[in-house]
């Protein structure tokens, strides 16, 4: 197994195997004429969503500033696009794609094999081929903290999360929260988790949400990409806390967003970008952790009148309990029934 620390952000990266016509509106932007080029598929949140895929365009366009990149980037409206989408990439001669989100794998498979001299890279997801990096984060270890503040700042007792869509990536959202949670307060309710059922919807997040706060919760959780924005809105509306996701989602509703649980996968796009120019790209999978600060919590700089007096200390005593391997956070329903079982101990 091999380490290697990327330079600005210290993000450690552990390289091991991984098991494993454009659709939307289109734009380039970028250094001279041999600059890299760099080609960005987004998920069908889209540009503008404050959260995965904004992320994923700010690592591009710091590669555009500071290792005069091109970057091409394409929007998909839906799932049928993602393929042709990559392939027009392809087509253009870009030196790396990245596919954003792991609804993208499969046409990724697809693509990646038609063109077997350009570098991909996905981000969540897991396609198994030589020319991939499949670029993935520990969100649990992040989401546990949010759970976490979110147990010590409740006064209802009873809190809530909305998720996307139901699948294992946010199961590990969900599982650490309540861990985290329950960890602060024995006591807190984790009302049951809602799914919108799309990334998108910002409608159905703000409907779940408020199903949520109408049961008594007073801080909700989001990890649903654009739809999120609909929680917030909702927690606005309502006078309650929302958790915002994936970028700092804080100053979207000044005051009305507790925390956000930051996945950089900024810094994962750019490091990758900046390996491919030093000619340093291996395929197989990178982990971004709690330790390698790839995850982790917003500043709250909004709302530091609503914490307990001593939250932070009590943060960062969990976040050096996660990284010593003390707290083994759980990624699924299952591992956290155990979890929950070895509290009561």
């Known amino acids: 197994m091999k380490i290697r620390i990327f330079g600005l952000a210290a993000l450690a990266l552990v390289a091991v195997g991984c098991s494993g016509g454009d659709g939307g509106g289109s734009s380039s932007s970028g250094g001279g004429a041999g600059g890299l080029k760099v080609g960005v598929v987004f998920d069908s949140g889209g540009l503008g969503d404050n959260s995965f895929n904004d992320s994923a365009n ?9 290792l005069e990149a091109v970057i091409n980037h394409v929007d998909s409206r839906s799932t049928k696009d993602f393929e042709p989408n990559l392939s027009t990439l392809a087509d253009r001669g870009s030196d790396i794609v990245f ?4 609804s993208q794998g499969d046409a990724l498979k697809a693509v990646a094999a038609k063109y077997p001299k350009v570098k991909f890279a996905i981000v ?20 546990f903290l949010a759970g976490y503040l979110a147990g010590l700042t409740s006064k209802s007792g009873k809190i809530g999360f909305v998720g996307g869509e139901q699948i294992a990536l946010i199961e590990k959202f969900y599982a650490g929260y309540a861990a985290g949670a329950k960890t602060a307060n024995p006591a807190i309710e984790v009302l049951p988790a809602k799914y919108t059922g799309s990334w998108d919807n910002v409608d159905a997040g703000k409907s779940d949400a408020n199903i949520l706060f109408g049961q008594g919760a007073d801080i909700v959780y989001g990890a649903a990409g654009r739809a999120g924005l609909g929680i917030i809105a909702a927690a606005k509306e309502q006078g309650k806390l929302a958790i915002g996701v994936d970028g700092d989602q804080d100053g979207i509703e000044k ?15 750019f490091a990758t970008i900046k390996d491919v120019k030093d000619g340093k790209f291996t395929a197989g999978t990178t982990v971004y952790d709690l330790k390698s600060n790839g995850v982790g919590l917003s500043d709250m700089k909004f709302t ?17 309990k996660i990284i010593s ?21």
């Open 255 to 269: 005051g009305f967003v507790l925390t956000s649980m930051i996945k950089r996968v900024d810094e994962a796009v």
């Open 304 to 320: 530091q009148d609503k914490l307990p007096p001593d939250a932070k200390k009590k943060l960062d005593d969990e976040r050096a």
């Open 99 to 102: 596919a954003i989100g792991l």
């Open 325 to 345: 391997g003390e707290i083994k956070v759980p990624t699924t329903e299952d591992e956290l029934a155990k979890y929950l079982a070895s509290l009561k101990h």
């Open 58 to 66: 700010r690592g591009a366009e710091r590669a555009k500033k500071e």
């Open 124 to 143: 969540d997801g897991t396609v198994d081929a030589p020319n991939v990096r499949c670029l993935k984060f520990n969100e649990e270890q992040g989401s």
